[in-house]
């Protein structure tokens, strides 16, 4: 049973850098792809970015591709995303998701209906 574990939102000025982290327990070796999907309030969840842990391949939204990089250290059972030249479009609650499923990271598209998800954390940007 894996479990995640989101820390590193916090408020920050148009134009910063933040960088999220998600801690993960369990057996997480078993899981193909991880990921950074985000809730805007009022709006429907969108897909940040994902990579395949088994051969480090990543996945961008459009409105993600070279400002946010996502990035994985496996021995410590982490996922990360760094978040540069933010704006106040970016300001969601991020969640880490995970799931045994290639296809969530390795399609076309991005799926984001992920088997596991952590509690989210809170990014605001003014």
């Known amino acids: 049973h894996v479990q995640l574990v989101e820390s590193g939102g916090g408020s920050v000025q148009a134009g910063g850098s933040l960088r999220l982290s998600c801690a993960a327990t369990?057996?997480?070796?078993?899981?193909?792809?991880l990921a950074w999907i985000r809730q805007a309030p009022g709006k429907e969840r969108e897909g940040v970015a994902a990579?395949?842990?088994?051969?480090?391949?990543?996945y961008y939204a459009d409105s993600m591709k070279g400002r946010f990089i996502i990035s994985q250290d496996l021995a410590k059972k982490t996922l990360y995303l760094q978040m540069n030249s933010v704006n106040p479009e970016d300001t969601a609650m991020y969640y880490c998701?995970?799931?045994?499923?290639?296809?969530?990271?390795?399609?076309?598209?991005?799926?984001?209906?992920?088997?596991?998800w952590g509690q989210g954390t809170q990014v605001t940007v003014s």
């Open positions: 990579i395949y842990t088994g051969g480090g391949h990543t």
């Open positions: 369990g057996n997480v070796y078993r899981m193909n792809c």
């Open positions: 998701a995970a799931d045994v499923r290639r296809s969530k990271c390795l399609a076309d598209n991005f799926p984001i209906d992920y088997s596991t």
